[in-house]
């Protein structure tokens, strides 16, 4: 229950960065495929040009290969062999050239997906502990919510007064409550604490006499919402328990994220403070593309720097870069994937147990909110798009 206090405060604490974040993500995506673009139309570019010369360069080795089938001049055919191998040479570089462009195109994509990510993550982890369906979400779970469970319970925690020096359950119960004599949202509605309630009811409303009926049936009425409520409480937290899981791939990620990118940032002589200055914490769209044209810039005069100081091995190396930003793509659009299924569960839970007679109005409540969250959710993280992007977001040669 600490989880969800905690929750409760990062609520508090949150709201606003979150809400500064997440609506800045769509410019954010527009400022990040707009350098995209920007790349890919310089690789179209430059592929046209290679594309033409090659082109050429098979034309001449054509006109050269008819001429050399004709003609019978052993001097002539020396000439027209050397020129056909100055002609394969060019076109050997020209074919070396395009394989250098499409590591610098995709070896500055990596980079700009990767420093896109920093602000991207942040909502991501964020999102959970600031939405308005978990706040109430959580005020649904609590008892003190329901007016005919109170009306019950002022009598119940009056008996608990009375029979606590007699009774060992009533007394672990008065406990529970506290010197408030009130369930708050603190207390966990579910496990062992729902059995001694369970039970310290029962007793309570056994110890009605029949001739107070509207006092026993308000009793009774008190323990049919806290044996639904417990019910509604403990598949809630199975759903909860999930996101711990997610909670931890997250974390783990950002280690991932964070590694990932202070070796990159070493590698472009790039300081970490520089990128948190100039981008992640930059709310100007316009400075922030300056910065990744910037780090465009960078990563391609890298990938000419590793050509000619590692002429073997200079491949290998970025290579190694370009799977380890797309592996980050693909776990944060796996993670994203598995809060929709999470999300989904709520529905569920919600569908399950709207139609309740005791707890159903309180929790029908919570459909427009699911509904507003999945579809903030949705339009802000776009998990499928994101996963499927991950996939194409390298040029082949």
Known sequence: MKKICSTLILSCLFFNLLAGETDSLLSEKNVRERILKDIQQNLDQKNKVLDSTILKLDDKVGKLDSVLKLTG??????????????????????????????????????????????????????FHATKDFFTSLTET???????????????????????????????????????????????????????????????????????????????????????????????????????????????????????????????????????????????????????????????????????KEHPKEWKEDIYYQLMDVQTLKMKYGDITYHIVHHINKYAALIGKFKTSKDIGPNVSKLDSKLSQLKATFDDTFEPFQYAHSATQMYKVM
């Open 73 to 126: 001049n052993p001097k002539e055919r020396i000439d027209r062999l050397v020129e056909r191998v100055q002609i394969l040479e060019e076109k050997q570089k020209a074919v070396e050239q395009n394989e250098i462009n499409v590591y610098e195109a995709n070896y500055q994509s990596a980079m700009i997906n990767l420093v896109s990510m920093d602000r991207e993550i942040k909502p991501l982890i964020l």
């Open 141 to 307: 779970s609590n008892p003190m919510s329901y007016e005919e469970f109170r009306k019950g319970f002022e009598h119940y925690r009056v008996y608990v007064d009375k029979t606590k020096e007699k009774s060992a359950t009533q007394k672990a119960v008065g406990d529970v409550i506290g010197a408030s004599g009130y369930l708050t949202a603190g207390i966990p509605f579910a496990g062992a604490y729902s059995q001694l309630l369970f039970s310290g009811m029962a007793e309570y409303v056994n110890s009605i006499g029949h001739k107070k009926r509207e006092r026993k049936a308000e009793a009774q009425k008190m323990f049919a919402i806290t044996a639904t409520l417990s019910q509604f409480t403990t598949e809630r937290n199975q759903i909860e328990n999930e996101w711990e899981g997610i909670t931890q791939s997250l974390e783990e990620m950002q280690m991932y994220y964070d590694t990932v990118m202070n070796r990159n940032m070493r590698m472009l002589a790039c300081g970490k403070n520089e990128v948190c200055t100039n981008f992640t914490k930059e709310n100007d769209a316009s400075r922030r593309y300056q910065y990744l044209t910037a780090l465009r810039d960078r990563s391609a005069e890298y990938v000419l720097k590793m050509k």
